[in-house]
């Protein structure tokens, strides 16, 4: 890794860790109404379920079908949450299904980079600035790769990082009356938290749902299940059913397994927008029980 990116990624990580500081101290001074956390939950929602639905379930794992024009607005929308290029993202991704909590894993807190704490914020943050970005992307993300637009995407990864800032500072602005009180408060609720929030979210998948947490499939992995996590990471927590099922559109398998990134896809499907969706019979989970679970 460059230290250009390096500095790229570190910047990631502590301008939005400032902010949230920020949104403290605007807090405490008041100034928050419902304008704010309505930017501040719209724009998590849409940015992360630019993760969840598009990112991870559609583009890296096909888990169901849907027009090209929908993949690039997903594609944009998880671009927006500033965890990288979608190229990027999707090849990391692939690479740590294809070498789960084994050496090449970019974030597994058991091998490579320490272990027990160590390996926990490994997992967490340090990988961004050692493993992140590095999977290649003819090997890992080929499809992603020879897609034109997609590489545009990907490319444009800065500017769409401008724009997830640009558009909740403006909103801010025009709601609170065109002041610059209004602008700074779109710009710290509706962006610096939210994207704060959306990277912590999502890096806990990766930390705290391969350290803590239940399983219950026969899986050689350290993946988990983590309950509490689910409606904030809008279902991604239910990571050990997704390593036990990589493509299944759903990783809450159970009724009461809270996922509503599934209930988004599902959604698409009754309104034309998605088809091919990849689910699991329950007499599939059952061949794959742990002898104990049983």
């Given at each position: 890794?460059?230290?250009?990116?390096?500095?790229?990624?570190l910047?990631?990580v502590?301008?939005?860790?400032?902010g949230?500081?920020?949104?403290?101290i605007?807090l405490?001074?008041?100034?928050l109404?419902?304008?704010?956390?309505?930017?501040?939950?719209?724009?998590y929602?849409?940015t992360a379920?630019g993760?969840t639905?598009?990112?991870?379930?559609l583009?890296?794992?096909?888990?169901f079908?849907?027009?090209?024009?929908?993949?690039?607005?997903f594609?944009?929308?998880?671009?927006m949450?500033?965890?990288?290029?979608?190229?990027?993202?999707?090849?990391?991704?692939r690479?740590?299904?294809?070498h789960?909590?084994?050496?090449?894993?970019?974030?597994?807190?058991?091998?490579?980079?320490?272990?027990?704490l160590?390996?926990?914020?490994?997992?967490?943050?340090?990988?961004?600035?050692?493993?992140?970005g590095?999977?290649?992307?003819?090997r890992?993300?080929?499809d992603?790769y020879?897609d034109?637009?997609?590489?545009?995407?990907?490319?444009?990864?800065?500017?769409?990082?401008?724009l997830?800032?640009?558009?909740?500072?403006?909103?801010?602005?025009?709601?609170?009356?065109?002041?610059?009180?209004?602008?700074?408060?779109?710009?710290?609720?509706?962006?610096?938290?939210?994207i704060?929030l959306?990277?912590?979210?999502?890096?806990?998948?990766?930390?705290?749902c391969h350290?803590f947490?239940k399983?219950r499939?026969?899986?050689?992995?350290r993946?988990?299940?983590?309950?509490w996590?689910?409606?904030?990471?809008?279902?991604?927590?239910w990571?050990?059913?997704?390593?036990?099922?990589p493509?299944?559109a759903?990783?809450?398998?159970?009724?009461?397994?809270?996922?509503?990134?599934?209930?988004?896809i599902?959604?698409?499907?009754?309104?034309?927008?998605?088809?091919?969706?990849?689910?699991?019979?329950p007499?599939?989970?059952?061949?794959?029980?742990?002898?104990?679970?049983a």
């Open positions: 890794m460059s230290r250009a990116e390096k500095a790229a990624n910047a990631g502590i301008v939005p860790f400032a949230t500081l920020a949104a403290i605007l405490w001074d008041s100034f109404d419902a304008t704010d956390l309505a930017l501040l939950a719209g724009l929602l849409l379920g993760i639905v598009g990112f991870h379930r583009l890296t794992h096909r888990a079908q849907t027009y090209p024009w929908l993949e690039r607005t594609a944009v929308l998880g671009s949450s500033v965890q990288g290029s979608v190229l990027d993202w999707v090849a990391d991704h690479k740590h299904h294809a789960t909590d084994e050496e090449g894993d970019p974030h597994s807190p058991h091998v490579g980079h320490g272990s027990g160590q390996g926990l914020w490994h997992a967490h943050v340090g990988w961004l600035i050692r493993t992140q590095q999977a290649d992307w003819r890992y993300a080929p992603l020879e034109p637009k997609m590489r545009t995407i990907g490319k444009r990864f800065p500017l769409l990082v401008l997830s800032l640009l558009l909740p500072t403006l909103a801010g602005f025009a709601l609170h009356g065109w002041t610059l009180e209004g602008a700074i408060r779109g710009y710290v609720w509706g962006g610096l938290l939210r704060f959306v990277h912590h979210v999502t890096w806990s998948v990766n930390s705290v350290f947490g399983r499939f026969d899986v050689d992995d993946s988990t299940n983590v309950a996590l689910a409606l904030p990471s809008l279902g991604e927590s990571h050990h059913n997704h390593h036990a099922f493509r299944s759903e990783h809450g398998l159970r009724w009461w397994e809270l996922d509503p990134s599934a209930l988004v599902r959604a698409f499907e009754k309104l034309g927008l998605a088809w091919d969706v990849v689910r699991i019979t007499e599939r989970q059952e061949q794959r029980l742990e002898k104990t679970a």
